[in-house]
C-alpha cells in the first residue's frame, strides 16, 4: 500500500500545475561551474554575470568573430554552434546547457544530456538590446545572480550616457557600419540590428536605409555601396582577412568610392554583431574611437 500511495503522489504532482514553480527552486542550484554555452550570445550573457562557462562552441572563431570578452584558457571547445559534440557534451556532465533558440540542436536533443535554456535574439519588438537584457535578467534568475545583472545593467546606462556626451561633439554625419566577407560582398547593418539600437542610445544616424534580415543586416554587392550618400562615414570590422582587404581596397572601384576619396573609412577590431550588452559596450567604444579621428 505504502507503494501505490507514493506512486500515486508521483503521478498527482507531474500532473499539478505548481510543478514549473518547483522545477524553478530546483533549477536554482544550478552548479556555475559547469554550464556550457553553445552559441556565441548565451556566453556573452554568462561572461556579463562574471560566470565564465565550462564549454563554449568554436573557440577559434570566437575569438575572429566576437573577441571580447575573452574565455578562460580552461574552456573546452565543444564543437560546432549549429552541430556540438554531443558524447564530449555527455562525458562532461554539465549542470545546464544555454543556446539560442532556433540555432544548432533542438531543446529535447539537449534536453536529454542536461536541463537547457534557451534565447531569442530579438522579437516582433526589433530591440535585440531589449532582448539582450530582458535574458541577462532571465539567466541571472535561473543562477541566483540577479544582484550581479542589475549592477551590470545600471553600469551599461552609465556607460552609454558617457559615450553619447562623448559623440555628441562630432560632425552630424550618418555612419555606415559594415564587414567584408568576400571581394565581391559586403555585410551591412540597419534595421533590426544590434547596432542601430545602440546609435540610437547614442544620438547616431546609421547610413543603411536599405533592406534588412531578421538580424538586421544584409548582404549587398560591393557596388551598391558607391549609392550611399557621400557625406557619411565608414565604420568597417576585421576578421584577420587583412589579404582579402587589400584586394578589395586595391581596386578602382573601390577607390572611387566617396567616402574613400575623402578619406572616412575607419576599420576597427571585430564585435560580436549579435551580441547583448558587453558586445554593445564594445561596440560603443570602437565607434567613439574611430570617429574622434574623423
Same mark, same amino acid.
Given at each position: 500500500?505504502?507503494?501505490?500511495?507514493?506512486?500515486?503522489?508521483?503521478?498527482?504532482?507531474?500532473?499539478?500545475?505548481?510543478?514549473?514553480?518547483?522545477?524553478?527552486?530546483?533549477?536554482?542550484?544550478?552548479?556555475?561551474?559547469?554550464?556550457?554555452?553553445?552559441?556565441?550570445?548565451?556566453?556573452?550573457?554568462?561572461? &556579463?554575470?562574471?560566470?565564465?562557462?565550462?564549454?563554449?562552441?568554436?573557440?577559434?572563431?570566437?575569438?575572429?568573430?566576437?573577441?571580447?570578452?575573452?574565455?578562460? &584558457?580552461?574552456?573546452?571547445?565543444?564543437?560546432?554552434?549549429?552541430?556540438?559534440?554531443?558524447?564530449?557534451?555527455?562525458?562532461?556532465?554539465?549542470?545546464?546547457?544555454?543556446?539560442?533558440?532556433?540555432?544548432?540542436?533542438?531543446?529535447?536533443?539537449?534536453?536529454?544530456?542536461?536541463?537547457?535554456?534557451?534565447?531569442?535574439?530579438?522579437?516582433?519588438?526589433?530591440?535585440?538590446? +531589449?532582448?539582450?537584457?530582458?535574458?541577462?535578467?532571465?539567466?541571472?534568475?535561473?543562477?541566483?545572480?540577479?544582484?550581479?545583472?542589475?549592477?551590470?545593467?545600471?553600469?551599461?546606462?552609465?556607460?552609454?550616457?558617457?559615450?553619447?556626451?562623448?559623440?555628441?561633439?562630432?560632425?552630424?554625419?550618418?555612419?555606415?557600419?559594415?564587414?567584408?566577407?568576400?571581394?565581391?560582398? +559586403?555585410?551591412?547593418?540597419?534595421?533590426?540590428?544590434?547596432?542601430?539600437?545602440?546609435?540610437?542610445?547614442?544620438?547616431?544616424?546609421?547610413?543603411?536605409?536599405?533592406? +534588412?534580415?531578421?538580424?538586421?543586416?544584409?548582404?549587398?554587392?560591393?557596388?551598391?555601396?558607391?549609392?550611399?550618400?557621400?557625406?557619411?562615414?565608414?565604420?568597417?570590422?576585421?576578421?584577420?582577412?587583412?589579404?582579402?582587404?587589400?584586394?578589395?581596397?586595391?581596386?578602382?572601384?573601390?577607390?572611387?568610392?566617396?567616402?574613400?576619396?575623402?578619406?572616412?573609412?575607419?576599420?576597427?577590431?571585430?564585435?560580436?554583431?549579435?551580441?547583448?550588452?558587453?558586445?554593445?559596450?564594445?561596440?560603443?567604444?570602437?565607434?567613439?574611437?574611430?570617429?574622434? &579621428?574623423?
Amino acid at each position: 500500500m505504502p507503494d501505490l500511495i507514493r506512486r500515486r503522489l508521483l503521478m498527482a504532482m507531474a500532473l499539478s500545475p505548481l510543478l514549473p514553480a518547483l522545477r524553478t527552486q530546483a533549477a536554482a542550484s544550478v552548479d556555475a561551474q559547469r554550464i556550457i554555452s553553445l552559441e556565441w550570445r548565451p556566453t556573452e550573457l554568462l561572461m &556579463a554575470l562574471g560566470v565564465p562557462p565550462m564549454g563554449a562552441a568554436e573557440l577559434y572563431n570566437y575569438g575572429l568573430w566576437v573577441g571580447e570578452p575573452a574565455l578562460p &584558457a580552461s574552456t573546452v571547445d565543444v564543437g560546432l554552434r549549429t552541430e556540438p559534440n554531443i558524447e564530449l557534451m555527455i562525458q562532461m556532465k554539465p549542470s545546464l546547457l544555454l543556446y539560442s533558440s532556433g540555432y544548432g540542436p533542438s531543446a529535447d536533443t539537449l534536453n536529454r544530456i542536461a536541463p537547457s535554456m534557451g534565447f531569442d535574439f530579438s522579437d516582433d519588438r526589433g530591440k535585440p538590446l +531589449t532582448v539582450a537584457r530582458e535574458s541577462l535578467m532571465q539567466l541571472a534568475g535561473r543562477l541566483n545572480r540577479m544582484p550581479v545583472a542589475q549592477q551590470h545593467l545600471a553600469e551599461y546606462d552609465d556607460f552609454t550616457v558617457q559615450m553619447k556626451n562623448q559623440l555628441s561633439h562630432r560632425p552630424k554625419r550618418p555612419v555606415l557600419l559594415m564587414s567584408v566577407l568576400d571581394p565581391r560582398h +559586403t555585410l551591412v547593418f540597419g534595421k533590426g540590428s544590434l547596432f542601430l539600437q545602440v546609435m540610437g542610445d547614442l544620438g547616431l544616424e546609421n547610413a543603411w536605409q536599405g533592406e +534588412t534580415n531578421f538580424w538586421g543586416s544584409a548582404v549587398i554587392g560591393i557596388e551598391r555601396l558607391a549609392s550611399i550618400a557621400e557625406d557619411v562615414d565608414v565604420v568597417c570590422f576585421d576578421h584577420g582577412e587583412d589579404l582579402m582587404m587589400e584586394q578589395v581596397t586595391s581596386t578602382p572601384l573601390w577607390q572611387s568610392m566617396p567616402f574613400v576619396r575623402k578619406n572616412r573609412f575607419h576599420r576597427v577590431p571585430q564585435v560580436w554583431f549579435y551580441g547583448g550588452t558587453l558586445s554593445a559596450m564594445r561596440f560603443s567604444r570602437l565607434l567613439s574611437s574611430a570617429l574622434a &579621428a574623423a
